[in-house]
């Protein structure tokens, strides 16, 4: 008894998969951080009470950009913010505000671009 060859089909190799030119930058924005610290202590100058806290948590989101990397990127808010911290810690809460919103508007303008 012999057996019959099975007819040989060609058939189609499996595709790899798609390997784009340029890899995708999924990290987020330069400042990122910074901004989500100074939206934090915007937030919490409005509620009635003292700044207690409030240039610690400035200095946290400094110090999270800086580990980030990003500092360079957004050196003059840096400053802005370290500044606003020390007069945190000065007692000068208007002056502080009014810088931490002018950081804000810069940073929130950076993320768009």
Not at 25 to 33: L, N, V
Not at 41 to 51: K, Q, W
Not at 55 to 66: E, F, G
Request: hydrophobic share 40%; glycine share 8%.
């Amino acid at each position: 008894m012999a057996t019959e060859a099975a007819p040989m089909t060609a058939t189609r190799p499996i595709p790899g998969p798609r390997v784009g030119l340029t890899t995708p930058d999924i990290r987020p924005r330069a400042g990122h951080d910074l901004l989500m610290g100074v939206d934090k202590v915007l937030a919490r100058l409005a509620e009635p009470g003292g700044p207690d806290g409030l240039a610690d948590d400035l200095r946290t989101a400094l110090a999270r950009t800086a580990a980030m990397g990003d500092s360079c990127r957004i050196r003059p808010q840096c400053d802005g913010v370290r500044l606003a911290a020390d007069l945190l810690l000065a007692g000068e809460v208007v002056d502080a505000h009014a810088i931490l919103v002018r950081m804000q508007a810069e940073l929130t303008d950076s993320q768009r671009h």
